[in-house]
């Protein structure tokens, strides 16, 4: 006989010797089942369990009560009544329900979509299967043999509330079974073992999905959990039931996605008859469901959980914010993170207001916080209609020219325009239009940003210059071919994302920025066209609980996106895989996380970690993904030991003693394949950077410098052009060819410096420098890059902006031209924002 139809006897059994146990008792009671029709969904528990004390509520449900369920046929009749409400509950679904069914959903069809790859890279051997298998069986077993334990132990100790809990858990367990059930020999997906291994649906034999053992172990789980509520049951049942699940993938029985909907559809089913047939008199807690618990949000929503939009990263918004954070207004802001969303922001404004009415502050300093409490407006009112508004953000338009040959390769060479998105550029006339909106919803936002983008052809590489990126990325030279002229619209930031007790949950196109440096972050930077990303984002700090609380506010954020632009990828059994002329399929993954914390008002760190990961050649599992965040280990390139890419990083901000509304001090490192920059600085590369808010004399002119190095001084055993490259990964840590992070480049020193005269918050006039040194032990002759350069920001009125930068650059390439190159870049930017059209 197969274990799924042993396992269905099994606990069909159970519950039939309860059954016939009570209809032995049938002489001694007479009470009726209650036959109300049930009018909530799947997920509701009713309402006189929660809005009743226990000792009425007992009262008021006497006829569902247990004992009372003394007839063998009625308790048919309550199995049937159970399973009407339960194959009906979808007609009873509401628009509100989005809010639970859309992250479940979306996390169901990620499992589906990776299913097959997942399946594969799993182990096949057949004593580990059997093992597997053996594991699971006994889970289950083992949850169904507490629950029939406790209530054949109940008639011996005439505990009513053990009676109830085995009665309960099997009566559960026995409805998630029948739909399961069903729903298998409807869809009839073949299990990872037949066919071509891909879970084909509606095919003959097959039953795979949804997980019975899971959706057995879940509801049984729930309903132990819950009439006995302490930490110590939850982490013994529902960890088993997890356990359950992981060993059906592991055992080759399921895919990923069987286990999590088999599971979803016990849990939820469990608390569907936990809620209706539990006796609060006997003890338990109230099981809130799902629908409950975000109707009560709905109710009485809080910022908490409202969705907000993230600001983009080149906001007047951020360096208007960062000054004020700078001169110690806000203590709980976090410049090591970005982007932040509009309610955050909003939040920090209020902080900072509430501070400045403590301390007072300069005329500067209000003028800031006036246009910024403008700006947030919106977000610091009394939200209206449960936060329901649409706004059409910015109109755009850049024209930009370029006279003389620039510089577009940071990866090899260096970079005339940085930080920019990506967005191409040549010498001539480059232009983009664009706009942006966003709209808001409860707890949902959905953003997009796209623009127009024109830019010129660029000349192919001299043939010197083709040869060293052969030699230093050890790959076929690249052609000799022009990048032809583009005219292309490119999605910028477009996303939807929902926010849930502070932490939002987005999907879509974003960018990132992980670091406290102006000129560019060495993990995460806007230096790259925003990435398809998975990103969950604690948008406002919380506190860790017991002695973790010293760490203070902590922010974190965890990503996991796909890449793109990648020509070629190495495996140690399959060699070189791809070709200039086409890309590698599939392309590369990201994963990543960072961790940020604030021990005073004064100074915050973070760590963080990316790994790049699977494309062609190797699929991207669940244990591929564990792997790379967690693995210690290093293997060769390509094989099934091998973590991927990874980088760890740590950063810091620190306001000087003394000197603490004049001077911040800040650095960010990173290191490949190291467990943090500061265990190995040799082999760590580091930015640093000193910002005055204020320049004393002149409180409306800011100065920062900035020095950044991957041509490490200390002279660790490194290869040359180590930094952002890969054995595996041959073009790098990049996207579309540009770095993810900072323009410094692979082997090179750099230094930056800005000063700002300020106007108001969002007018200013800025010069600026910036020095890049390449080393020549990486590229022969080496390489220098110099600029100087000023930008005028000003607003014409509420609704329009205009932007001029004007740039002179010299660099000197010997692999690239013979000669010394110079070049002016020019450009003025017109946005219109027209504000906010809400309901």
Known sequence: ??????????????????????????????????????????????????????????????????????????????????????????????????EWLAPLGGFGAGLFVTDRDSSLHLSHDPGRLHRYSTISNAGVIALAGAGGGLWFASHVT??????????????????????????????RRERPFQGDGSGAFFQNHGTSFPSEHAAAAWSIAG???????????????????????????????????????????????????????????????????????????????SPANMGSPYVPLDSWIYPSLERLIALGYAHTAFVGIRPWTRLECARLVDEMAEQLEGSGGAPETENILKDLRREFSPELTAPENHNVQARVESVYTRAEGISGVPLTDGYHFGQTLINDFGRPYAEGFNQISGFSAWGTAGPFVGYFRGEY???????????????????????????????????????????????????????????????????????????????????????????????????????????LGQLSGHHFVFGEETGLLGGWNQFVSPQPFIEGGKISFKPTENLEFSVSLTTVLAGQGVPLTTHKFVQGLFS??????????????????????????????????????????????IAYADRSAWTSGLYMPQIPGLRKMDFRVEGV?????????????????????????TNDGNLIGSWVGREGQGAQAWTNYWFGARNRVQLNGRHQKVSQEFIPGGGTLTDFGGRGDFWLGSSLSVSAVLQYEKWNFPVLASQAQKNWTSSVTATFWPGGLRK
């Open 1 to 98: 006989m197969q274990t799924g139809p042993r396992l269905a006897i099994g606990v069909l059994s159970m519950v039939a010797a309860l059954g016939c146990a009570k209809w032995t008792r049938a002489q001694e009671a007479s009470q009726d089942v209650d036959l109300r029709p049930a009018t909530r969904i799947l997920s509701d528990p009713p309402s006189a369990a929660k809005a009743q004390p226990f000792a009425n509520s007992a009262e008021s449900r006497r006829d569902d009560s247990f004992e009372k369920h003394e007839n063998i046929f009625q308790l048919e009749t309550r199995f049937a009544k159970d399973q009407k409400d339960i194959w009906t509950s979808p007609a009873r679904l509401r628009f509100s329900d989005a």
């Open 453 to 559: 983008q024109q830019a010129p052809a660029l000349p192919s590489l001299p043939n010197l210059a083709r040869q060293v990126i052969a030699r230093v990325d050890d790959l076929p030279a690249p052609p000799a071919l022009q990048r032809g002229s583009v005219q292309q619209f490119e999605m910028l930031d477009a996303y939807v994302a929902m926010n849930l007790n502070n932490w939002q949950l987005s999907f879509g196109r974003q960018s990132s920025w992980w670091g406290p440096a102006s000129g560019g972050s060495m993990m995460f930077s806007d230096n790259v066209a925003p990435i398809d990303m998975f990103r969950i984002d604690r948008v406002s700090p919380f506190k860790l609980p017991s002695v973790l609380g010293w760490l203070g506010p902590t922010r974190v954020q965890f990503l």
């Open 632 to 677: 210690l280990a290093t293997s060769n390139p390509g094989t099934s030991a091998d973590p991927g890419d990874r980088r760890s990083g740590f950063d810091f901000t620190y306001r000087l003693p003394r000197l603490r509304k004049w001077l911040t001090f800040y650095a960010d490192g990173y290191t490949d394949d190291e467990f943090n920059p």
């Open 158 to 187: 005439h505990n009513n509330h053990w009676r109830e809990s085995g009665f309960l858990a099997g009566e559960a367990a026995l409805n998630s079974l029948a739909v399961v059930e069903g729903l298998k020999y409807s869809v």
């Open 709 to 733: 190095y991957t041509d490490n001084p200390l002279g660790g055993n490194l290869g040359h052009g180590f930094y952002y490259f890969n054995d595996r990964y041959r073009n790098g840590y």
């Open 223 to 301: 309903v132990l959990a819950h009439e006995y509520p302490g930490p110590l049951t939850k982490m013994l049942v529902y960890g088993l039931a997890a356990a359950v699940s992981y060993s059906r993938v592991r055992a080759d029985k399921h895919f990923p996605s069987d286990v999590f909907f088999g599971a979803m559809i016990g849990d939820l089913i469990s608390q569907r008859i936990y809620s209706d047939h539990h006796d609060p008199s006997l003890g338990g807690a109230v099981w809130e469901s799902i629908r409950e618990k975000f109707r009560e949000h709905d109710e009485s929503r």
